[in-house]
């Protein structure tokens, strides 16, 4: 029968990535990109992470990636929004696996997207808004037919 070895590497895995450590000092190497992505909370599932990546929308340093890429610090992705225009842009500062809150998941990367994709963005969500209103009511009518005038 075979024993157990005495320095278990469970043990050491889970006393290195205790919550009370900082996020700098559980960094490693690389990770895949469906993982880097759902842990640094770009995407709310790992699963949509696997899916973005998979239809070649995601791209680091220009070239398409598979779920199963692996991201390093240095690298620059591509990272499309789910709803709406544009893609975003950010640099890997450090490289995590597990799902860590917001600002310590802000800590691993930087934005560099230009303020004019976010402006383009947020007038789609807008205008998607507005299209989703359906039908005007009387009130609503009213209020056009006053800017329109009644019968120009």
């Not at 240095?74 to 490289?95: N, Y």
């Not at 359906?134 to 009518?141: C, E, I, M």
Request: proline share 7%.
């Amino acid at each position: 029968m075979r024993q157990p070895a005495s320095n278990s590497r469970a043990g050491d895995f889970l006393s290195e990535c205790s919550e009370s450590q900082p996020i700098l000092d559980r960094m490693i190497e690389s990770a895949r990109a469906d993982l880097w992505l759902w842990s640094t909370r770009f995407f709310k599932t790992r699963g949509v992470a696997a899916d973005v990546c998979a239809t070649g929308k995601m791209k680091r340093n220009g070239h398409p990636m598979k779920p199963s890429s692996p991201i390093q610090a240095g690298d620059l992705l591509e990272i499309p929004f789910l709803e709406g225009p544009g893609v975003r842009v950010v640099s890997v500062k450090a490289v995590i696996t597990k799902r860590v809150g917001a600002p310590e998941a802000q800590a691993c990367y930087e934005d560099l997207t230009s303020p004019d994709v976010y402006e383009a963005l947020k007038a789609w969500q807008i205008a998607k808004q507005e299209a989703a209103k359906g039908r005007p009511t009387k009130r609503d009518r009213r209020e056009i037919d006053k800017i329109h005038g009644f019968w120009d």
